[in-house]
């Protein structure tokens, strides 16, 4: 069940992104076969090809292109595999494997994790031990799907250890059906660590304000997600230049929704590869490719675009 497809869209549209993807690179691999094919006596590389051929526009579109396909996403924890977790509960609760009770919508998964609650405003909770202590700073937003007994409000919380690294609250929408929630965090940990913190454990604090004794969750398909959502800041407020840039990408638009912008550059994979406080940052020292990058406004608001590096 592991995969690195985005869990907000459906089995089939993964299939068609994937297909799709694939013939939008085919000349990334027929460029260097024409090469060969032509036996140039220039020894150029690849590279210099691209750019000094009329091929270059074609090359351009065809990564960009392909770029509005990518849904990148990595798997936390599935629950698939127990070598890749343990359960921890107190006040009441227990946290079990179990058979997923619902194999259909959005979620068909043979195994899910079962949260049961005890009893008690904010007297218990349910905890995942995750195996390997992973990166925050990797995480552009967290996804798992949910079955939920009601709509109550929740808290989900990233820890290492006893220490909170990042929460968020959410709220399930159904009672019936497997739903995908997506959140994006806020950072817990002292100032000036968000680049550097860890987490090994997710805990899960589900309608914590009201007494839930016996209540029912399952949680599954837990996720990090670097296709970051765009809805909640308007791009058309601002633009990326020059795209492709080979020193310094720069923002430009309106001033007030750039005030207090803090730029990330990421891999097509969630990776950070390095931010900056300003509506400037240099990515001169990247490697040419193409990559993400995030803004993140005052309100903490955060949406995507791609750029190439030259």
């Given amino acids: 069940m592991y995969n690195t497809q985005s869990l907000l869209i459906n089995k089939?549209?993964?299939?068609?992104?994937?297909?799709?993807?694939?013939?939008?690179?085919?000349?990334?691999?027929?460029?260097?076969?024409?090469?060969?094919?032509?036996?140039?006596?220039?020894?150029t590389t690849y590279q210099?090809?691209?750019?000094?051929?009329?091929?270059?526009?074609?090359?351009?579109?065809?990564?960009?292109?392909?770029?509005?396909?990518?849904?990148?996403?990595?798997?936390?924890?599935?629950?698939?595999?127990?070598?890749?977790?343990?359960?921890?509960?107190?006040?009441?609760?227990?946290?079990?494997?179990?058979?997923?009770?619902?194999a259909s919508g959005s979620n068909t998964s043979a195994t899910v994790a079962k949260f049961t609650n005890g009893g008690g405003v904010w007297a218990n909770g349910n905890a995942i031990d995750l195996t390997t202590?992973?990166?925050?700073?990797d995480l552009a937003s967290l996804q798992f799907s949910i079955k939920a007994p009601n709509t109550q409000w929740c808290l989900v919380q990233l820890k290492n250890g006893d220490d909170n690294v990042a929460e968020v609250g959410f709220n399930a929408s159904s009672t019936t059906a497997w739903e995908n929630i997506d959140v994006t965090l806020d950072f817990k940990g002292?100032?000036?660590?968000?680049?550097?913190?860890?987490?090994?454990?997710?805990?899960?604090?589900?309608?914590?304000?009201?007494?839930?004794?016996?209540?029912?969750?399952?949680?599954?398909?837990?996720?990090?997600?670097?296709?970051?959502?765009?809805?909640?800041?308007?791009?058309?407020?601002?633009?990326?230049?020059?795209?492709?840039?080979?020193?310094?990408l720069k923002l430009r638009g309106n001033q007030s929704a750039l005030d207090g912008v803090k730029i990330s550059i990421l891999s097509l994979t969630g990776q950070l590869i390095k931010t900056s406080h300003s509506a400037t940052i240099n990515v001169s020292d990247i490697k040419p490719g193409l990559y993400l990058v995030s803004v993140k406004n005052k309100l903490g608001q955060i949406s995507t675009k791609k750029f190439i590096k030259a």
């Fill in 190 to 248: 002292p100032a000036g660590t968000e680049a550097t913190a860890t987490y090994n454990k997710i805990v899960f604090f589900l309608n914590p304000n009201n007494e839930s004794s016996g209540d029912e969750w399952y949680v599954d398909n837990i996720a990090n997600s670097a296709t970051l959502s765009s809805k909640d800041f308007n791009q058309d407020s601002f633009d990326v230049y020059p795209n492709p840039v080979s020193n310094v």
């Fill in 12 to 43: 089939t549209k993964d299939i068609q992104h994937s297909i799709f993807m694939v013939l939008s690179l085919l000349p990334l691999f027929l460029i260097p076969l024409t090469i060969n094919i032509l036996n140039m006596t220039n020894k």
């Fill in 133 to 137: 202590e992973l990166n925050y700073s």
């Fill in 48 to 102: 210099n090809f691209i750019k000094k051929t009329t091929l270059k526009p074609l090359f351009a579109l065809c990564i960009f292109f392909a770029a509005h396909h990518v849904q990148a996403q990595t798997m936390i924890v599935d629950f698939e595999n127990p070598a890749n977790y343990t359960f921890g509960a107190w006040g009441g609760a227990t946290s079990e494997a179990v058979a997923n009770p619902d």
